[in-house]
């Protein structure tokens, strides 16, 4: 039986499948948006620690969330090229209209790296969407343009090459990492050289960048293993064995993570290779969660509406909350004989007073993805979806 799961090119199977929209991939997409936004903007320092980024080596909930977006946007990806060769569409006119997307997904990410100040000096170049509209324009060339078995030799070459460059290319002015300098030292690693060399003062960190140059190799791969799971899903499998599948390969993915972290630390900010197993595994697990659950058990209501919602306009809420955050960070008021920032304001007067400063931030952190909520939800309510 012929799949997409087979080297064949993916217009020639295209007609084959004829599976449907997937209510937990939206539900997904929804829930991950939300979480992005939320540990986004913590009310204070006092957040509890799932809800902030590990220092540097290591993982937190809060550092999946990014790489399960690219990963979703890989699945999602799959589906709806499928669909549009489906029905007539050619890969030339998918991939002139996957570069637009790019370029937009790409300008909207300068676009919140620089608000409201716009100061070209110090604007930052990488960001989040930049990071994402790279690594889904290399998914969708390779998506179109090459078979299964080559997007896996794909997905190999960006995670053992971007190793071998991390571990035996030597930093210029320190030496080889691992022998003359520590492994994945902050500054001294060949991703942080490369981007200080090329776009110094426009840096997230200053020296060095979470969203780099370099380190998107590996999120590119991050984004192929989801177009890899898009295409388990379009097979003609029953519903149990796809869930099956995923968890097997969700297990190998993460014991494969932790196996190769004792050589390749698990770093969120440099995006290594170990972190793109275990992230994409776990990625694969909530996913079969969420396809067994709501589209074979068909537990759906009002608690996956939010999510829907979230997911329908997922950048379009994005954007909004960075700069909605933005705006407040920028606009001062005075507490007191204090002039404060508006987020600082808000936080002292309404969300302060809770005893538990935890749960303090906590709160701010629910009401900020609530107030983007209500954004997205006006939109759905009037029907207006913003695609890139």
């Keep these: 039986m012929a799949t997409l799961t087979s080297t064949k090119p993916v217009e020639l199977t295209a007609a ?52 399960f977006f690219v990963f979703i946007v890989g699945v999602s990806l799959l589906f709806s090229f499928q669909s549009r060769l489906k029905h ?3 890969r030339h006119a998918i991939m002139l209209h ?20 716009f100061h070209l000096a110090t604007w930052r170049i990488p960001g989040v969407l930049q990071r994402i509209a790279v690594a889904y324009l290399v998914a969708a060339l390779l998506t179109l343009y090459a078979r299964t078995a080559t997007r896996i030799v794909w997905i ?21 990492p691992g022998r003359d300098i520590l492994l994945l030292h902050p500054d001294w690693n060949l991703a942080a050289y490369i981007d200080r060399k090329l776009m110094l ?15 998107t190799l590996p999120a590119i791969a991050s984004a192929l293993l ?60 909530c996913l079969a969660f969420c396809y067994w659950l709501t589209d074979i058990q068909m537990r759906r209501g009002s608690w996956t509406k939010p999510f829907l919602i979230f997911g329908m306009n997922a950048i379009t809420a994005y954007v909004f909350s960075e700069t909605l955050s933005a705006t407040l960070d920028n606009l001062h008021l005075q507490l007191g004989s204090q002039a404060v920032n508006l987020q600082q304001y808000i936080f002292e007067t309404i969300f302060a007073r809770i005893p538990s400063p935890g749960i303090a931030s906590l709160g701010y952190s629910l009401g900020f993805v609530f107030v983007c909520f209500l954004v997205v939800w006006w939109m759905y309510r009037r029907k207006i979806f913003l695609r890139v």
């Design 156 to 176: 190999v070459g960006l995670l053992a090459g971007y190793y071998i460059l991390m571990r035996f290319v030597p930093v210029p002015g320190h030496g080889v």
């Design 98 to 117: 996957s570069l637009k997307r790019s370029a937009i997904l790409f300008a909207l990410g300068l676009f919140v790296n620089a608000y409201p100040h």
């Design 16 to 67: 084959k499948a004829g599976i449907g929209r997937l209510m937990s991939l939206d539900i997904f997409r929804g829930a991950t948006i939300a979480a992005m936004i939320l540990v986004n903007n913590n009310g204070s320092d006092a957040a509890y620690w799932p809800l902030k980024h590990a220092r540097w080596n290591g993982w937190t909930p809060t550092d999946l969330i990014f790489p």
């Design 201 to 215: 003062g426009h840096l997230y960190e200053g020296t060095r960048d979470p969203e780099g140059v370099l380190s």
């Design 226 to 285: 989801g177009v890899l799971t898009g295409e388990w899903l379009r097979t003609n499998r029953g519903q149990r064995e796809k869930v099956v599948g995923m968890v097997f390969a969700g297990l190998i993915g993460v014991i494969a993570g932790y196996i190769w972290n004792s050589w390749f630390p698990i770093n969120k900010k440099l995006w290594t290779s170990s972190y793109v197993l275990l992230v994409a595994g776990l990625a694969l697990l």
């Design 88 to 90: 007539g569409g050619s």
